[in-house]
């Protein structure tokens, strides 16, 4: 039996994924479209959260809880830009000003969110009535309580991923 040249599986699965609306990424299936109707939260098909792997519950005390940990992962704004540029046209933002966007963690960095994944990051618009420095205070304050062992890390990561809005008031915080 003969093979299929690669060049021809990859143009067919390609294709494939295009007609199913997606597109292929780094290696990855992303979503060749995202709906701005989530908003203040990404998409979940486009933008679900990610984990680092390297942060959990024992490993607190040697990275998220200390100062200029977050430094030390986060991707360069080389990455991040280019990023934001591909996303803006995804989420079929109108505003393509880079400037009204911050590349943002959907699971901070600061809560054990994977640096680079597309699947944790996406262009949050610093406009609207929930905004990017709305949640960066919510980002703040799940880390304080993790840090200071008043919420375990796996609840404020769910709580950051289920709903940024409402994550501080379902742990029982303010």
């Given at each position: 039996m003969s093979r299929i040249p690669r060049?021809?599986?990859?143009?067919?699965?390609?294709?494939a994924l295009a007609a199913a609306g997606l597109g292929v990424?780094?290696?990855s299936a992303h979503a060749a479209s995202c709906s701005q109707g989530h908003l203040p939260l990404?998409?979940?098909?486009?933008?679900?959260?990610?984990l680092n792997p390297d942060v959990t519950q024992g490993t607190i005390g040697s990275t998220i809880c200390v100062?200029?940990?977050t430094a030390t992962v986060r991707p360069p704004s080389s990455y991040t830009t280019a990023l934001k540029k591909k996303q803006i046209v995804e989420y079929g933002y109108s505003d393509t000003s880079l400037s009204d966007y911050e590349e943002d963690h959907f699971v901070p960095l600061e809560l054990g969110g994977a640096p680079r994944s597309e699947e944790n990051l996406w262009p949050e618009p610093h406009y609207g009535g929930e905004t990017s420095s709305d949640k960066d205070t919510v980002e703040n304050k799940l880390k304080k309580a993790v840090c200071a062992g008043e919420v375990g890390l796996t609840d404020a990561q769910k709580a950051i991923m289920t709903d940024w809005t409402t994550a501080l008031s379902s742990l029982g915080l303010s």
């Open positions: 060049p021809l599986v990859t143009t067919l699965s390609t294709l990424t780094t290696g990404p998409d979940p098909a486009c933008t679900p959260g990610d100062s200029g940990w």
